[in-house]
């Protein structure tokens, strides 16, 4: 959740570091604030909303700071307020520090600092780790060594960004679940939770491994686990552009992300593709066909749009390769004891990289025997380093909270993972694979052409504006496409959505159907088109409204709906990389009508780094 941003160097920090929080906002955006080191100690500023209201209060002579920290919040421990929001400060009032993560032993903390005489101003947890950092530096121990003796008495989560005002243009950062990544320029030092707050600056990063304390300064760059020589061998650099997270003339990051599926889709695939073989090739998971061929069984873990992709490449998986494929919620994964064997191999999918549930049922599988793979967006991020190998899936920055590219490129991942494995184990042939090779070269282009109908998806979508609840059904393949749908409409327009499997329709969701009760069904020409014909029925004679995403030629799905929208014919085990973009259009143009802020939904963040 919550952005951090913090900056040492030559600049002017302010604007080094509101920059910075508007490019993070999309991870938290209740409050914010900011702390610089001034000539006289801390200039400290926070408000409740957002950076905008933030950046308006500039304080005097904050243009010549040239060191300070600066947060954009998602509410956890407290409501909302001036009070609750980052920086939180020391007894002194001259630490300061911004936190993302949660500290489990918060309350027995403040009982035992409310014990010693401590005062505390706000509601929330973070504020207990400055408290525990000021007794420490009361001690006369510096910075970096009070920031490392208060972090050992805190259980939980937390990226921190620490300054003070008796150690002038310095900084003290730390990682314990939370991401955290420093980075490298001439004479200066930016410490974020995200790239999307340093790329404009540099693209030479340090991503700070678990459990690791630095300090920055003018002077350089140290740490806990190395001398500072360790740390400039660690820089890598980041290979996506500001362009990436610039709007470029969209009225919304959502709205860019889905028209620039085609071109994620090629990234995900470039490369990978072999046709004369009929293959494909995934490097990055470091299998051979024997080991492929050894596999008993695999487990995918995730969670949100990321299981959703998993429930997809289950289907892939067991129609090509054959291999048993089970499908984990992290958060449930993580909390009871798995069964798994010498032949079970854990996937791990997740955007950021960071989810904290998927990044604690990775580690439970590891403790477990198990081998481990990740499908991750983030180069350089905690699941894509504790993982014994994997595939990015090339997506570039998502900024939007509801994720859309990301999922496309996961499904596509997945698809040549399936392709691969069915290869190496004989189930699917060379003709085969050939043949589905080749069309997944063809998915781009189609994809371009849904796009090409979003105009008249917007007209539809504003006939549901008055919509409370909403209805999705899909069957196979595409009923985990009518849960991802569902998913985007309560997400951004706060509708009350839910999917479900087409045929369990009658045992219960039926009962809701009436004229108020839109129902969106795919219902493309695959294995269960005639079964799903009959639900579109079943909905009608319950005075149901229903709008089909059909296949592109298909007339007599027509007759049966109150809308229709088309997507090219492909193969059926490709059909989700089509049909849920029109779904994802529709939730966009939904919450257009109905005036929803769509990159900035309410109650939630876009990298979910807390339980």
Not at 82 to 96: E, F, L
Not at 141 to 155: H, T
Not at 367 to 383: A, E, L, P, Q
Not at 545 to 566: K, N, P, Y
Request: negative net charge; glycine residues 10%; hydrophobic residues 40%.
């Amino acid at each position: 959740m919550c952005g951090i941003v913090g900056y040492v160097g030559r600049r002017c920090a302010l604007d080094v570091l509101i920059t910075g929080l508007k490019r993070l906002e999309y991870r938290g955006y209740d409050s914010a604030g900011y702390a610089l080191q001034g000539e006289d100690g801390l200039l400290l500023t926070k408000c409740k909303g957002r950076v905008d209201e933030l950046s308006s209060e500039l304080p005097e002579g904050g243009e010549d700071v040239t060191s300070g920290i600066a947060h954009t919040r998602w509410a956890t421990h407290g409501e909302p307020s001036k009070a609750n929001a980052h920086p939180h400060v020391d007894q002194s009032g001259r630490i300061a520090l911004v936190h993302n993560g949660i500290i489990e032993n918060y309350k027995e903390l403040r009982r035992q600092l409310e014990g010693e005489g401590v005062e505390f101003y706000s509601d929330t947890d973070s504020e207990i780790v400055a408290k525990l950092i000021g007794l420490e530096a009361a001690k006369g121990k510096n910075l970096f060594n009070a920031v490392r003796d208060a972090l050992s008495k805190v259980m939980g989560a937390y990226g921190i960004a620490v300054i003070s005002a008796d150690e002038p243009d310095a900084m003290v950062a730390a990682r314990y679940g939370s991401p955290l990544v420093v980075g490298v320029g001439e004479s200066e030092y930016i410490v974020a939770s995200d790239v999307a707050a340093i790329v404009s600056h540099t693209r030479d990063v340090i991503y700070l491994d678990e459990g690791e304390v630095v300090e920055v300064s003018l002077h350089g760059i140290s740490s806990n686990n190395g001398r500072t020589a360790l740390l400039r061998d660690r820089v890598q650099r980041v290979d996506w552009d500001l362009a990436e997270i610039e709007k470029n003339g969209y009225d919304h990051f959502m709205l860019k992300e889905i028209f620039s599926q085609p071109e994620s889709l090629r990234n995900a695939f470039r490369g990978r593709i072999d046709i004369s073989r009929g293959t494909a090739h995934l490097g990055g998971l470091g299998l051979t066909e024997a080991d492929m061929r050894s596999i008993d069984r695999i487990i995918i873990t995730a969670c949100g749009t990321s299981w959703h992709a998993g429930l997809i490449g289950k289907y892939l998986i067991e129609s090509q390769s054959r291999i048993p494929v089970s499908v984990e919620y992290a958060s449930e994964f993580r909390y009871r004891d798995p069964v798994v064997g010498p032949g079970t191999v854990v996937f791990v999918i997740s955007q950021s990289g960071e989810t904290a549930d998927s990044l604690a049922a990775l580690r439970l599988a590891k403790d477990k025997g198990c081998r481990t793979f990740g499908i991750v967006n983030v180069v350089g991020s905690s699941i894509a380093r504790e993982t014994d190998a994997g595939v990015y899936i090339h997506a570039g920055p998502e900024i939007g909270v509801a994720s859309t590219k990301a999922f496309t490129s996961q499904v596509m991942v997945l698809t040549l993972i399936s392709l691969a494995f069915g290869r190496s184990r004989g189930v699917i042939d060379r003709e085969q694979g050939a043949r589905l090779a080749r069309e997944i070269l063809n998915i781009p282009e189609k994809v371009e052409r849904i796009l090409g109908t979003s105009d008249r998806i917007a007209k539809i979508a504003r006939e549901f504006t008055y919509a409370r609840n909403f209805l999705y059904l899909g069957r196979g393949m595409n009923f985990p496409v009518a849960l991802e749908g569902a998913l985007k409409l309560k997400e951004i327009s706060y509708i009350h959505a839910e999917g479900y499997p087409a045929a369990e329709m009658k045992h219960g969701p039926i009962a809701l159907i009436d004229e108020m009760m839109p129902v969106a069904v795919i219902a493309v020409r695959d294995a269960a088109y005639e079964k799903v014909l009959s639900n579109i029925s079943e909905v009608q004679a319950r005075q149901g409204r229903v709008l089909s995403i059909a296949t592109a030629g298909d007339e007599e799905i027509a007759a049966l709906s109150d809308w229709v929208i088309h997507v090219p014919q492909t193969t059926d085990v490709l059909l989700p990389l089509l049909t849920v973009v029109p779904l994802q259009l529709l939730s966009y143009h939904v919450a257009v009508a109905r005036g929803c802020d769509v990159d900035k939904p309410r109650n939630l963040a876009k990298s979910v780094t807390v339980e």
